[in-house]
C-alpha cells in the first residue's frame, strides 16, 4: 500500500474511533510529517484523499477539520438510497429486488426516490439528500446522453459513496465516478450479428437519443454492419427520447413509422418496450413480424414473452446487477478508496421474431 494511503486510513480510524470529534482540528503538515516520518506533500496527498472522501474540510486560512457528515454516517446511519429513472414496471422490480436482498440481508434500509428521467427532478431529489442521513446513493442517471446541470449537486455529495447503474456521467471526475453498466455496444453487434446470420442485408434500428444507452447501441449496431461490408441509410435509423416516444409510436403515426422501415428486413429496437411499441404498428397496417419484418430488441424482459412467436432479445442481468450493485456500495462505504467499474457481458436469447432468409 501506498505511503499517503496507509497515513489516511490511520486518520480515518482515529475519526472512525472518536479520537477526534466533529469540527477537531487536526494537526498541521508539519506535525503530521514529523509524526510519520514522511515528506509534506505525502501529508498533503493523505489529507486530500479524506477530504475527498468527505472526512476532512479544508478551510482557507484556518486549517483542516473533520467534516461533521464523516462520523455521522460511519457510526449511525444504516439508509441507502436507490435513485433510478423508473421503479415499477419493466426491469425496474427485478433491480430494486436484487438491491433489496442483499442490503437486507447486511441490515440496510433502502430509500427509494425516482425521476421518471427528468433533469428537474432528478435536482430536487439530489437536494433533499445533501442533508439526509444516508450512508450511500444508488443511481441510475437521467439523460446520461444530454449535458447534466446536476453535477454540482453530485460533487457536493462527495461525503457518500456514489455508484451508478445501467448508464453513468462521463463529464464527472474519475475519481467519484463509479459504476455498472451492461455491455450496450457489444449487445448490439450480437443483435446486427444474428440479424446478418439470418440472411438479412437491409437492417434498420431505432435507439434513444437522450440515454448514453442508445448512443453506445448505435455504435455497435453501425459496428456491426461495416465489420461485414454492409452500410446502413440514416433516414432509416428512427431516434427517439423520453418526451417524443408517446407521439412517434402512437396509432395515429403508425404508417409513417412503418415508412421509415421501408425495404429494411430486420430492425434493431432499443429496448422490448420499443419492440412491443413498433409491432402494434405494424400490425395495424397488417404487417407480421417475422413474416414482413424480423424484430431483435433489448433486456429480454416479461415483455418479450407477449407475443405468440416471442421476441429475440439481448439479456440485462435484472436482479444480479441488483445484487452486484449493493455488494458493491457496501464495500464502498467499508473502505470508501474502493473503486468500482464492472461491465456485465450480454447473450442474445433466441425467439421466433427473426426470419431466416438464407432458407425461407
Known amino acids: 500500500m501506498k505511503k499517503h494511503k496507509e497515513i ?52 482557507q486560512g484556518s486549517g483542516t477539520y473533520v467534516k461533521r457528515t464523516s462520523i ?25 429486488s436484487g438491491i433489496e436482498k442483499v442490503l437486507a440481508a447486511a441490515g440496510y434500509e ?7 428521467n427528468k433533469i428537474t427532478t432528478e435536482r430536487s431529489n439530489l437536494i433533499s439528500l445533501i442533508n ?24 457536493e455529495l462527495n461525503n ?32 446486427v450479428k444474428h440479424l446478418i446470420d439470418n440472411g438479412h442485408k437491409k437492417i434498420s434500428g431505432i435507439f434513444k437519443v437522450d440515454d448514453i444507452q442508445g448512443h453506445s447501441r448505435f455504435d455497435g449496431f453501425v459496428t456491426a454492419l461495416y465489420d461485414v461490408g454492409l452500410s446502413f441509410d440514416e433516414s432509416n435509423v428512427i431516434w427517439y427520447s423520453t418526451e417524443t416516444r408517446q407521439d412517434i409510436f402512437s396509432v395515429e403515426n403508425a404508417q409513417a413509422l412503418v415508412d421509415k422501415l421501408k425495404d429494411c428486413t430486420g430492425v434493431v429496437c432499443y429496448n422490448d418496450e420499443i419492440a412491443v411499441l413498433l409491432i402494434r404498428a405494424l400490425q395495424t397496417i397488417n404487417k407480421k413480424v417475422p413474416d414482413d419484418i424480423s424484430i431483435v430488441s433489448f433486456d429480454n424482459s416479461q415483455l418479450s414473452h407477449l407475443f405468440k412467436m416471442g421476441i429475440t432479445s439481448i439479456s440485462h442481468p435484472g436482479s444480479e446487477l441488483g445484487e452486484k450493485a449493493a455488494n ?8 470508501p478508496s474502493t473503486r468500482i467499474h464492472y461491465t456485465f457481458d450480454t447473450e442474445l436469447v433466441l425467439r421466433d421474431s427473426v426470419k431466416n432468409l438464407r432458407n425461407p
Open 132 to 155: 439526509s442521513n444516508i450512508c450511500g446513493l444508488i443511481v441510475e442517471g437521467t439523460k446520461t446522453a444530454l449535458p447534466n446541470p446536476n453535477l454540482d449537486l453530485y460533487k
Open 8 to 59: 489516511s486510513n490511520i486518520i480515518k480510524d482515529e475519526i472512525k474511533s472518536g479520537n477526534y470529534q466533529i469540527g477537531d482540528k487536526i494537526q498541521g503538515e508539519n506535525i503530521l510529517s514529523e509524526r510519520f516520518k514522511v515528506s509534506r506533500q505525502t501529508i498533503r496527498r493523505a489529507l486530500s484523499t479524506l477530504e475527498h472522501e468527505g472526512y476532512l474540510e479544508r478551510i
Open 328 to 335: 458493491s456500495i457496501l464495500k464502498m462505504i467499508e473502505d
Open 72 to 96: 455521522q454516517n460511519s457510526s449511525q446511519n444504516k439508509t441507502i438510497c436507490v435513485m433510478t429513472t423508473y421503479l415499477d414496471d419493466y426491469i425496474f422490480p427485478f433491480i430494486i
Open 110 to 116: 433502502i430509500s427509494l426516490k425516482l425521476t421518471r
Open 160 to 191: 457518500i459513496p456514489i455508484l451508478f447503474i445501467n448508464s453513468f456521467y462521463h463529464q464527472l471526475d474519475n475519481e467519484q465516478l463509479n459504476y455498472i453498466v451492461v455491455d450496450d455496444k457489444g449487445g448490439a453487434y450480437k443483435a
